[in-house]
């Protein structure tokens, strides 16, 4: 497992930028009401992954997205306008291409959130498509770039298998799965985490849930068991808490196949 260091300077350019990429993300929500908007805004400009997945240029130049537990959509809408952005013209020199998404498929449990993401997308859009499912259940499909933002720990550990798994058979070679998860051999962080995370679900309508964590070194070895190379990154930035972004990725086809 590769671990790299927390690396989040904000040049100048960087910190012009967001203000306008942000205004362009959180737009589609206005058409999904009040809540949606303030919601798409407060996440995307508060929560450093967004930022630092394009910063970083950890997707591919292109490919089918699939994320499991979207919420509202609040990645898609990010990733559409950033690669406006930047096929404007408009994009930080010293950041990575954006993504070209071909397609955007997301499945999400609560129904008030698709609902939502139906407001901001519309129920006919060329590459989004956000519906109902339990990730445990649906069937994936095919995608080159698979994420669970903040969504594993809320079913068991034999579920996670079981998902993760099948996230693997979805991905070609190349492919990357990404995702953020709380390490549970933390300490304080984790339990600041943990403990928020339940007050937060419990708000957002679901009952006070059972949360499913392991720690790092956990994820990592099942991870690589299931056949992903992981680079983890912590993915904290300005909060006490134990999270941790793993990109993990599908062994490219050596050159004999
Ligand atoms: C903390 S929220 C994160 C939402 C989104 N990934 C984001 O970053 O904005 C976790 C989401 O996962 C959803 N979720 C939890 N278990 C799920 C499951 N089994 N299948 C699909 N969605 C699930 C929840 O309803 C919730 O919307």
Redesign the pocket.
């Known amino acids: 497992m590769k671990q790299a260091a927390n690396s989040y300077a904000t040049p100048p350019n960087t910190a012009r930028f967001l203000p306008t990429l942000l205004d362009e993300a959180s737009r589609p929500f206005r058409n999904g009401g009040h809540f949606a908007y303030h919601y798409a805004r407060g ?1 995307l400009s508060s929560d450093c992954i967004f930022r630092e997945l394009l910063r970083r240029g950890i997707f591919p130049a292109e490919g089918r997205f699939l ?5 509202q959509g ?2 898609f809408a990010w990733l559409l306008a950033a690669r406006k952005l930047y096929e404007n013209g408009h994009w930080p020199s010293d950041w990575a291409a954006a993504p070209k998404p071909l397609s955007l498929r997301g ?4 129904q008030k ?1 698709v609902d939502r993401a139906s407001g901001a997308f519309g129920t006919n859009h060329p590459i989004v498509d956000i519906r109902q ?4 259940q649906v069937d994936f499909g095919q995608a080159d770039v698979v994420t669970i ?3 594993l720990h ?2 068991d550990h034999a579920g996670q298998t079981d998902v993760l798994k099948r996230i693997h058979a979805a991905l070609p070679p190349g492919g990357i799965f990404l995702t953020r998860v709380g390490d549970a051999g933390a300490g304080l962080p984790f339990y600041i985490c943990n403990w928020v995370d339940r007050a937060v679900t419990f708000i957002r309508g679901h009952r006070l849930p059972t949360l499913y964590n392991r720690k790092l070194a956990d994820w990592v070895e099942l991870l690589e068991s299931i056949g992903f190379t992981i680079d983890a990154q912590p993915m904290n930035e300005g909060k006490p808490f134990a999270n941790v972004m793993l990109v993990c990725r599908v062994a490219a086809k050596s050159a004999q196949g």
């Not at 499945?107 to 609560?110: G, R, S, W």
């Open positions: 996440k994320d499991l537990g979207c919420g609040s990645l499945y999400e449990l609560m959130d499912g339990d990730m445990c933002l903040d969504a809320y079913f």
